[in-house]
């Protein structure tokens, strides 16, 4: 599966998903507008993944996990850029809107964070393997030693 049948999958999903609400607001009387209806539907759709993704960061968080909570918001960041700007090229005509270029971005970002990975962690092996040892050092004498294995 490539991004194309990806990004396919998920435009089919989301029309499905339009119709089925269209679809329960026309049955049960209520008549909302689409604008009504996007405020419901995204609001509902936000407040769901806040109370699914908090906890995931917490514990992140708590697990000194920063790099993959950064990761994400940049990730998040970095799609929204990529469509805003094909979006403004189009409505400005000063460029074509065009899915390559939003998947040729993205896939920058990837393998520029991949690399950036590699050094990093490059960097922090070495890091630790030189690290200074400040913890005391205990001397013990000849009969502490002896008796080690039977403490």
Not at 71 to 83: A, I, N, P
Not at 129 to 144: F, I, L
């Amino acid at each position: 599966m490539n991004i194309w049948d990806i990004i396919y999958t998920f435009s089919i999903w989301v029309a499905q998903m339009h119709d089925r609400v269209m679809r329960i607001n026309d049955a049960g009387g209520w008549y909302f507008d689409d604008k009504q209806l996007h405020f419901i539907v995204i609001g509902l759709s936000g407040m769901l993944l806040l109370f699914v993704l908090y906890p995931i960061f917490k514990w992140l968080a708590k697990h000194d996990h920063t790099m993959v909570i950064t990761w994400l918001y940049v990730f998040t960041v970095v799609l929204v850029l990529s469509f805003a700007i094909e979006l403004g090229q189009w409505w400005t005509g000063t460029g074509y809107m065009e899915s390559r270029d939003i998947a040729y971005g993205i896939a920058g970002f990837l393998v520029m964070f991949f690399i950036f990975a590699v050094v990093r962690a490059l960097f922090l092996a070495i890091r630790d393997m030189t690290k200074k040892d400040n913890r005391a050092t205990r001397v013990y004498s000849r009969d502490e030693f002896k008796n080690l294995d039977k403490m």
